[in-house]
């Protein structure tokens, strides 16, 4: 299970740094989407990967119990991550209005 996990962490980092680097807003918005979704699945991964394992304490099993604070810094960074999403909608939307592009530049063609 934790191959898997950061086999998908490190596809979506690669995925999202290679968006950032695009030309265009809307790309790069797309990629650091990606990349806080990626260090969410590590954040949350932190905690440790349990299978098959209640999250609540139950005859005596101290050893089972999942940590919480992942968990909660993961649900804080969603939040955070899409109030920062929509701010960046907003801030492309306003740059294309005064522009008319939608190049992190400004230009229309490619260097």
């Known amino acids: ?3 898997v996990l950061s086999v998908a962490i490190g596809v979506m ?3 999202g740094v290679w968006l950032i680097l695009r030309p265009r807003t ?3 918005i797309i990629g650091l989407s990606l990349l806080s979704y990626a260090v969410n699945l590590f954040i949350f991964g932190v905690g440790g990967v349990k299978a098959n394992v209640p999250p609540i304490l139950g005859d005596g099993a ?3 119990l999942a940590d919480p ?7 804080t ?3 955070i991550g899409f109030a920062t ?3 960046f909608l907003v801030v492309l939307l306003a740059s294309r209005g005064l522009t008319g592009s939608d190049h992190v530049d400004g230009r229309n063609e490619p260097k």
């Open 1 to 3: 299970m934790e191959l």
């Open 13 to 15: 980092t690669s995925c």
């Open 26 to 28: 809307y790309q790069v």
């Open 62 to 64: 101290a050893g089972h």
């Open 69 to 75: 604070v992942p968990q909660a810094l993961v649900l």
């Open 77 to 79: 960074a969603i939040v």
């Open 85 to 87: 999403t929509a701010l």
